[in-house]
T-cell receptor, first 112, second 111 residues
Framework: GEDVEQSLFLSVREGDSSVINCTYT??????LYWYKQEPGAGLQLLTY?????DMKQDQRLTVLLNKKDKHLSLRIADTQTGDSAIYFC????????????FGTGTRLLVSP | SAVISQKPSRDICQRGTSLTIQCQVD?????MFWYRQQPGQSLTLIAT?????????ESGFVIDKFPISRPNLTFSTLTVSNMSPEDSSIYLC????????FGPGTRLLVL
């Protein structure tokens, strides 16, 4: 089945680290993505990880993948007010028709 | 990375009418998709736009309501037919190369 779950809301203070979690169900996923959507704006690809990796770091972003537990996380170091947005995880599903399945989205609020 | 443009960027339409959304990519891509994002919701795949053949629709979406054209590897259209207020959403075109990119979206309000 295709089901991607995220917590709905996260609130942090500026300068702290943020960790956004995601669980997925399809074991055939090859790529897992993180997208950012600011209010009234389109989708921005933040980073992605291939399923044979367990970690990927890109500047302030760290992605951790636990394939056994089908758990993905996005850590944002030194969170800034400009990081306030909705963050979507998504898995690329290879069973049957190939497609990208999105999570429910996590709204991150960064307070000064 | 592919650069994707959509037209129109937004529209306000009357119920019962139809709107065609265009998606243009700056390079040839094999895989092209149409997504819908209802207000306050996540993205849901409508269909995969196949070049030279009929689109492949997801459960809950039908060709009569959302006809799709894909005449070549850089262009596709999505039509929202016989619109109702429930069709008010953002419609996004997407392409997959080594990773997946999204267009800026078309914001549709149906009155």
């Amino acid at each position: 089945g295709e089901d991607v779950e995220q917590s709905l809301f996260l609130s942090v203070r500026e300068g702290d680290s943020s960790v956004i979690n995601c669980t997925y169900t399809d074991s055939s996923s090859t790529y897992l993505y993180w997208y950012k959507q600011e209010p009234g704006a389109g989708l921005q690809l933040l980073t992605y990880i291939f399923s044979n990796m367990d970690m990927k770091q890109d500047q302030r972003l760290t992605v951790l993948l636990n394939k056994k537990d089908k758990h993905l996380s996005l850590r944002i170091a030194d969170t800034q007010t400009g990081d306030s947005a909705i963050y979507f995880c998504a898995e690329w599903v290879n069973t049957g028709f190939q497609k990208l399945v999105f999570g429910t989205g996590t709204r991150l609020l960064v307070s000064p | 990375s592919a650069v994707i443009s959509q037209k129109p960027s937004r529209d306000i339409c009357q119920r019962g009418t139809s709107l065609t959304i265009q998606c243009q990519v700056d390079s040839q891509v094999t895989m092209m998709f149409w997504y819908r994002q209802q207000p306050g919701q996540s993205l849901t795949l409508i269909a995969t736009a196949n070049q030279g053949s009929e689109a492949t629709y997801e459960s809950g979406f039908v060709i009569d309501k959302f006809p799709i054209s894909r005449p070549n590897l850089t262009f596709s259209t999505l039509t929202v037919s016989n619109m109702s207020p429930e069709d008010s959403s953002i419609y996004l075109c997407s392409v997959k190369e080594e990773t997946q990119y999204f267009g800026p979206g078309t914001r549709l309000l149906v009155l």
